[in-house]
T-cell receptor, first 114, second 110 residues
Framework: DTAVSQTPKYLVTQMGNDKSIKCEQN?????MYWYKQDSKKFLKIMFS???????INETVPNRFSPKSPDKAHLNLHINSLELGDSAVYFC?????????????FGPGTRLTVT | GQQVMQIPQYQHVQEGEDFTTYCNSS?????IQWYKQRPGGHPVFLIQ?????EVKKQKRLTFQFGEAKKNSSLHITATQTTDVGTYFC??????????FGTGTRLKVLA
């Protein structure tokens, strides 16, 4: 069983389109995250949710809107896609809020905007 | 904002050689984690260090937390081709998030 799963694995789309990425974790964790990894492999946190509540909202354009329908799911919707949005997006989860917990990452979604 | 530098950025070694990556923070850290990301894969948790001067070992991997809790190192003894990947440190920033280091990409030549 996959602990943290993401769909789709690959996403190729044109500038200006709107797309969503879905994430699910079956670990029973309370906290979930979205990270962006650019072409230089830098890994930056975008959002975190704890029990469906938004906790961290880094300096991310408001074209990105996360949604957590329940604590096992965290989706990411992106409006008006731009070339600079091309990256690998990782979902992750941890036992609960607060540092000191290891994070479990999903397989990633490679987004290519043309 | 808080910056977490890792050196070196890249390292190529012959199989059997040792490898070390260093993680340096501008601020005192409450704890630090290390992750490994294989090519095409996702980050996988390796270990967490909490105490000043702490040293932990996992088979050929040795992790150390600096005495001042501002830096950490990961040392691999006698590298193998399975060690290939990018190694990240992640430092706690505030109560709720981690900032990942810039990463060290390790290539092992057979």
């Amino acid at each position: 069983d996959t602990a943290v799963s993401q769909t789709p694995k690959y996403l190729v789309t044109q500038m200006g389109n709107d797309k969503s990425i879905k994430c699910e974790q079956n670990l029973g964790h309370d906290t979930m995250y979205w990270y962006k990894q650019d072409s230089k492999k830098f890994l930056k946190i975008m959002f975190s949710y704890n029990n469906k509540e938004l906790i961290i909202n880094e300096t991310v354009p408001n074209r990105f809107s996360p949604k957590s329908p329940d604590k096992a799911h965290l989706n990411l919707h992106i409006n008006s896609l731009e070339l600079g949005d091309s990256a690998v997006y990782f979902c992750a989860s941890s036992q609960d809020l607060g540092t000191g917990n290891e994070q479990y990452f999903g397989p990633g979604t490679r987004l290519t905007v043309t | 904002g808080q910056q977490v530098m890792q050196i070196p950025q890249y390292q190529h070694v012959q199989e059997g050689e040792d490898f070390t990556t260093y993680c340096n923070s501008s601020t005192t850290l409450s704890n630090i984690q290390w992750y490994k990301q294989r090519p095409g894969g996702h980050p996988v948790f390796l270990i967490q260090l909490v105490k000043s001067g702490e040293v932990k070992k996992q088979k050929r991997l040795t992790f150390q937390f600096g005495e001042a809790k501002k830096n950490s190192s990961l040392h691999i003894t006698a590298t193998q081709t399975t060690d290939v990947g990018t190694y990240f440190c992640a430092v706690a920033s505030g109560t709720y998030k981690y900032i990942f280091g810039t990463g060290t990409r390790l290539k092992v030549l057979a």
